[in-house]
């Protein structure tokens, strides 16, 4: 089975991302009080890995746990604040 990992391409909102490009090395998504914090990397080879395109997608949507609802009520998932490909490991 070949891993997946994530490109990311914009901020969801349409503002210019200084990350678009580059994968996912690192997300905590309970970072700075569930607001989420990554860091990311133009080298393939230092790209989170995942098992399936599932468990990607799934860890994109992962809801912070510190605080799981925004104040607007909806779901806290702040890796969606991101557009992404979830990409074959090449």
């Given at each position: 089975m ?11 909102n ?19 009080d569930?607001?989420?914090y ?7 080879n ?8 599932a ?18 009520g909806r779901?806290n998932?702040?890796?969606?604040a ?9």
């Open positions: 070949t891993d997946h990992i994530i490109r990311a391409v914009a901020f969801a349409g503002v210019p991302c200084p990350h678009a490009g580059q994968w996912i090395a690192t997300f905590d998504h309970d970072a700075y569930g607001q989420g990554g860091t990311f990397t133009d080298k393939v230092d790209a989170k890995r995942f098992h399936s395109n468990a990607a997608f799934e860890f994109w949507r992962r809801r912070s746990r510190v605080k799981p609802t925004r104040p607007d779901p998932r702040p890796l969606t991101l557009t992404v490909v979830i990409e074959p490991l090449p």
